[in-house]
């Protein structure tokens, strides 16, 4: 079999682009490639819509050097990689919806050799799946699901492991699964890893590599809902949560996580839904944490709505990214309650984001605005810290001084 040097990624995201610019660093031939055109032409001319550490200097490298460009269409190539996003449903239930598409779009250009990579979180049997609508579609060739290590095309799960605002470096220093539907197609995905992949990288089945990504997250969502859970407990008894974690803490076996404002991101609040969608009867624990870290925003917003008393009062949102230093709202418990906030019936409400340039579009003509620190201080009669963005760390003192302050996150308690 030939080696592997022209590669396809389909989704130009928050794991796709930076996936195709480090193959392309590593100095393979890289075709990226996203339905939405705009994007497309942002990264064939050099540049990110993304905001990610050290992304738009790969990328501008690449891109000059020849070795990444992207188009709405997929190639033929010798690799595939899917990298789209699998949101939920508004019942929580699992959508693949774009994986399938993802999976449809490089059907005519697949020929004997390849490999197709799913990377998208994805429900257990989804390479399995894959294989059967590629069969489907391209009755010429064989796949390993019906024809184990004699097959024409191999497939493989391959889950992303990257914490935003530092994923080139994780994707070459965290170690890999690599879940084939066949030990050739294991291999053949170790190739391709291996061109930048410095962590270990374990060969599994794909089912395996399947549920380890969405244990992973579901066993964080877990640890985030016993602190969460703890700080609503300290609340109704009157108890500073954070003394609490800080000495239990001290125990060599205790490791108790910083309660928030909820959880968001593109995994965490979402991957265990995957879990629990397949096995409704027995992943109680995850449905409660679930459970939990919802029902942390919503005591949440009742504070801030309790402190506020009357609709016009000026609230203050102090970040609106699902975690700290990054410009990421994916599943944001901030975007969550500045929507109810404003459902409610709040006319003067303003966020403080200082990742972001505007607030997105969807808030065009409601009452609330994007401004900076200062401005939020000086008019705000309630001020709530979502996120511990670094620049409100350097203006505790400032903070505190706020009329009413709401502090889910312990930005203050140091």
């Given at each position: 079999?030939?080696?592997?040097?022209?590669?396809?990624?389909?989704?130009?995201?928050?794991?796709?682009?930076?996936?195709?610019?480090?193959?392309?660093?590593?100095?393979?031939?890289?075709?990226?490639?996203?339905?939405?055109?705009?994007?497309?032409?942002?990264?064939?001319?050099?540049?990110?819509?993304?905001?990610?550490?050290?992304?738009?200097?790969?990328?501008?490298?690449?891109?000059?050097?020849?070795?990444?460009?992207?188009?709405?269409?997929?190639?033929?190539?010798?690799?595939?990689?899917i990298a789209v996003p699998t949101p939920v449903n508004g019942d929580n239930t699992p959508n693949m919806t774009l994986v399938d598409g993802a999976v449809a779009s490089i059907a005519s250009v697949l020929k004997q050799g390849d490999v197709v990579i799913i990377e998208s979180t994805s429900t257990v049997g989804t390479t399995e799946r894959a294989a059967r609508q590629l069969a489907a579609a391209r009755p010429d060739l064989s796949f390993p699901d019906t024809h184990p290590e004699t097959a024409d095309v191999l497939m493989a799960y391959c889950p992303e492991r990257v914490l935003p605002g530092a994923t080139l470096r994780e994707l070459v220093q965290n170690s890999r699964v690599l879940g084939g539907l066949d030990e050739r197609s294991s291999q053949r995905a170790l190739e391709l890893y291996g061109h930048f992949v410095q962590g270990e990288m374990m060969v599994a089945s794909a089912r395996v590599a399947e549920m380890s990504k969405l244990s992973e997250n579901a066993f964080r969502d877990v640890n985030i809902a016993f602190a969460n859970e703890l700080a609503m407990i300290c609340e109704d008894l009157d108890i500073d949560v954070w003394s609490v974690i800080r000495s239990a803490n001290l125990h060599p076996r205790v490791k108790i996580l910083k309660p928030g404002a909820g959880v968001g991101g593109h995994c965490i609040p979402v991957d265990p839904w995957f879990i629990i969608s397949q096995a409704p009867t027995t992943a109680n624990l995850m449905r409660m944490a679930r459970q939990t870290n919802h029902a942390r925003t919503h005591r949440v917003l009742d504070q801030i709505v309790s402190a506020a008393g009357s609709k016009d009062t000026p609230i203050a949102l102090l970040g609106l990214s699902y975690k700290a230093n990054i410009d990421d709202l994916r599943e944001s418990p901030s975007l969550e309650l500045l929507d109810a906030l404003l459902n409610d019936g709040f006319t003067n409400i303003k966020v403080v984001e200082p990742n972001i340039d505007a607030l997105p579009a969807a808030y065009d003509g409601r009452p609330v605005r994007l401004v900076d620190l200062n401005m939020a201080l000086r008019e705000a009669r309630v001020v709530a810290v979502l996120v511990d963005h670094k620049e409100f760390q350097s203006k505790r003192d400032e903070i505190r001084r706020a009329l009413v302050t709401i502090d889910p996150v312990g930005l203050l308690s140091i």
């Open positions: 079999m030939s080696p592997i040097r022209k590669v396809a990624v389909i989704g130009l995201g928050y794991v796709g682009l930076p996936t195709a610019a480090t193959l392309a660093n590593a100095g393979l031939d890289v075709l990226g490639v996203d339905i939405r055109e705009t994007v497309v032409r942002t990264i064939n001319a050099g540049q990110v819509h993304i905001s990610e550490r050290d992304l738009d200097a790969l990328v501008q490298e690449v891109v000059k050097s020849g070795r990444l460009r992207a188009a709405t269409r997929p190639a033929a190539a010798d690799a595939f990689v």
